[in-house]
């Protein structure tokens, strides 16, 4: 068997290797023959350094039979707010008056909800909620944009009340719905049902940093909150609270001491970079600088693994007519000194919508595949709806599943963070920054369990883990390191 190995390979040893071990004596032959083993496994060491942009290890046994990730990242959106009535899932059945019923600052139970208000659609709902959860789409149905909640660093925690889950209606920003925090819409009706339920849907799933978008994106490439050294004054924020429930300030910068035994400093909501594209309003020294803490695709990168971070309206954005649905801080990679302007790794990793599109029809997707949907089409209210933003997921789900590449995918559709809607279950405790609320995951891959409702807690940077684990990667942070890489969702 090694003979034959090996003059399969003589051509190859002959181009790379000194021509004198071609010819053999009699007695090299017996020599070699009996060191077999020794020569396939310089040869193959030998293929192992040509770099393979899907699978950097030659085993295809368990986790290895994955070639391509796809990360496709929603918004908004807690798990009982879309799969609460899953069958066989941890959701609104469980809840109990003591973690549904909404308390003010005090305390105090509302007799109603507070009302729903602003647009769009605001007026849609009656102004005397009860004061429990409710179904939305008998007010506004899912295709439908409703008015947005409350989703902030600081606020989140003072939401989720110690676990108690019963603050969510009061700590809202003026002008924002906190009765509509309540509500959750009719499983039944989700355009990504089907999926959930074909595949692997997790319902112990949490966003991996309180508040909302920026910082969610930021965690899932680098598992760390990013910094703003010497921030203007005017973007730190004073977390103090006043009576109505509103922070003193409500910077974007935390203040020394915030997160407590941190100098501070941390940028944690909306906010831009110095980089292309910003709104070409955001005043200058408002600008995040360049970051350089190491990123997940700078993990890929040191091991040659392919990888992009695909986004909707991305061209159009680069080239200075954003769509007004754009979402600049949904896109993390351009806070990284690494894919900074004017660099080849921005320009080779940071890529249109329709280009993953593209290669997933003609199955020439990288190894790891990051998709952000245009705002109109991400499930973010305010400015999109539900049946929009998983009928477009699902189009790029089945573009992947139809296309070559679907044969050894997973590919993970999750949510940034809830959006500000409430959650019965309370998160787990593990440090400062979070876990937050917990969020839907469907985990769609013939490796996936099939018709599985996954009760293992898992967190956004769960995905990291899994990405390392698959392609051998260090990890960023503590969180990554010790975070569960989904190891209960497959069949491998």
Known sequence: MHKVILYQNKNLMKKHYNTKYINFSPLQAKLMAATGIALVIITSAFYSCKKNNNNNNSSTSGINKVNHVVVIYMENHSFDNLYGSFAGANGISNATASNTTQ????????????????????????????????????????????????????????????????????????????????GYYQTSQLPLLAMAEKYTLCDNFFHSAFGGSFLNHQWL??????????????????????????????GFVTPANSPVGTSGGFAVNTCYSVNAPHPASTAVANLVPNQTNPTIGDRLNDKGVSWAWYSGGWDDALAGNPDPNFQFHHQPFIYYKNYADGTALKAAHLKDETVFIAAARAGTLPAVSFVKPLGTYNEHP??????????HALDLINDVLNGPNG???????????????????APPVIDAWGPGTRVPAIIISPFAKTSFVDHTQYETVSI?????????LSPLSTRDKNANPLSNAFNF
Not at 464 to 472: A, N, V
């Open 103 to 182: 308390v003010d600052g005090t305390g105090k139970v509302y007799a109603v909800l507070p009302g729903v208000v602003g647009v769009p659609n605001g007026s849609l709902f009656p102004a005397n909620l009860p004061n429990d959860i409710f179904n939305i789409d008998q007010y506004v149905p899912n295709d439908m944009i409703t008015p947005d909640v409350t989703h902030r660093f600081y606020q989140e925690p003072l939401q989720i009340d110690g676990g108690k889950m019963d603050k969510y209606a009061f700590y809202n920003i003026p002008g924002s719905s906190g009765g509509l925090s309540q």
């Open 221 to 250: 490439i680098a598992a760390a909150s990013p910094t703003f050294p010497n921030a203007p004054a005017a973007d730190i924020a004073n977390p103090t609270l006043l009576a109505n429930g509103n922070l003193t300030a409500d």
């Open 464 to 472: 990291l883990s899994f990405i390392e684990q698959r392609w051998g």
């Open 382 to 391: 305010g400015y999109s709806d539900v049946t929009a933003g998983e009928s």
């Open 407 to 425: 044969k050894d995918v997973v590919i993970i559709v999750t949510y940034d963070e809830n959006g500000g809607f409430w959650d019965h279950v």
